[in-house]
């Protein structure tokens, strides 16, 4: 290959044009000034979106990385930028995202020095990312670039973090550009995917579980195939409701906060569970409780790209060593029984999973699950919700139906303030579809400020807020933990309307469940990023309980 000189920051930029990179979310620091100012000349390629916070951008690319299966790109600056950017770096190791966090550092004859903003990313990042490296030579640059792109996609996904110290930006680089990235994926032998169909045959009331990362379109389909040829009930882990069209028969419900107690009950007197992709953490096992490690009693097929992650919690009596789409393509391709024993089970669980579904009854003039049965009825089903955390997305994960794959973006991590950043990013992604944002008053809060990013890009996002004045879930606890002792969990909210209108985005606020649907009609009318603001009675905590009920079960 022919050796041309450049800067390290356009070497850097060369690289990233050459592994497929189309998309880049920032806040701009002058520590990697090299970089941004070959982004300039890349600008045609690579769309750079600068962002209002590091935590924004960090959950933006996170979300990239989501959709698409490419690792999502995020440039921040050194000491707070990187500290700030952490949040999503954590959730993407925790819900197996390919991200690439590029932190700028100090020059390196500053280094070890207590230097302005000099932090150890390499010790900072170690617990939260498949690889954290330091580039120290600018010739080396598009080897760090590479490894990073093929770690992050490769086996169990996750973020990659490379600090880039302002010398190496602007030193130069003579070696040349690489080859583009190839990911590495394990496949499942056909012999165990032959045993595990062996199995599954001599089971009774079989479960299959679905999660985790590397699904893509087909990977559904044929998944879907396998499911409706054995006729198998399907549940999903925590935040993974998208892998599997829960209007479908087989689909019998999720394993996430708040699961239907009869779709438990149903897992734990299962004689064997084909679960494909989860990782069967502590939120989709309600603490480790719904299947007890390190055996559990039902007879347990994994599937999982990750060798460090099967038999870790729970010795798998089949632990297969597969990405999830090779191992749904065999699946697929198996020959259906002439009949199966469980097409009863089956049948139950899925009328339970349609009764659990309804809506309910609440406390106040907002019925959040109403809403989402209107949004069920109304969205067309490549919409993408984008999520945070708190009890209002309890409702979200109860009563929404998702039908495609991918149109769930929620951190598994559990971390606040994601919504809103998330579906800005998928609306870049994906500006065809309708792209909603649920977030709490206090979620919403923590990242709202992105607001001000969709607007400046004209990214026509529609934002839910729904505004109990608390920290709900926290507030939950204590209520039912420690009864009239509740402190630090009252919030006192701005006009969220009045505010996403200083943003200069549409904005609408609802106080009953009937002005819902108007509102959220004009607001995907107005073409513009708009905010609905839904006020929702404290007492109605959850889907199955009120704050009055919890206080008074405590006593």
Known sequence: METISRSGGQALVEALKIHGSDLAFCVPGESYLAVLDALYDARDTIRLISCRQEGGAANMAEAYGKLTGRPGICFVTRGPGATNASIGVHTAFQDSTPMILFVGQAAQDHLDREAFQEVDFRAMFAPLAKWAAEIRDPDRIPEYVARAFHVATSGRPGPVVLSMPEDVLSGECKTPATKRYQKSEPSASRESVKRAHAMLMRAENPFMVLGGPGWNAEAVANIRKFAEALDLPVCTSFRAKDRFDNNLPNYCGDLGIGADPK??????????????????????????????????KQTLIHVHPDANELDRVYQADLAILS?????????????????????????????????????????????????????????????????GAGNYAGWLHRFYRYRAFPTLLGPTSGAMGYGVPAAVAAKLVHPDRIVVACAGDGCFLMNGQELATAVQYNVPIVVLVFDNGMYGTIRMHQERDFPGRTIGTDLKNPDFAALSRAYGAAAFHVKRTS?????????????????????????????????????????
């Open 263 to 296: 779709l438990v009950k149903r897992i734990e007197d299962s004689d064997l569970l084909l679960v494909v992709g989860a990782r069967l953490g502590e939120m989709t096992t309600a603490g480790y409780t719904r299947l007890k490690p390190p055996v559990a």
């Open 515 to 555: 002005e819902f649907a108007a509102a959220f009609l004009e607001a995907v009318e107005a073409k513009k990023p708009a905010l609905i603001h839904i006020s929702v009675d404290p007492e109605a905590i959850s889907p199955t309980t009120t704050l009055t009920k919890l206080r008074e079960r405590s006593r």
């Open 323 to 387: 990405g999830v789409a090779p191992f749904a393509r065999a699946a697929s391709e198996l020959t259906p029984p002439a009949r199966v024993a469980w097409r009863g089970f089956r049948r139950d669980a899925r009328n339970d999973y349609e009764a659990y579904a309804k809506p309910v009854a609440c406390p106040g003039d907002v019925n959040p699950s109403d809403i989402y049965a209107w949004l069920n009825d109304k969205l067309p089903a490549n919409a993408i919700i984008a999520n």
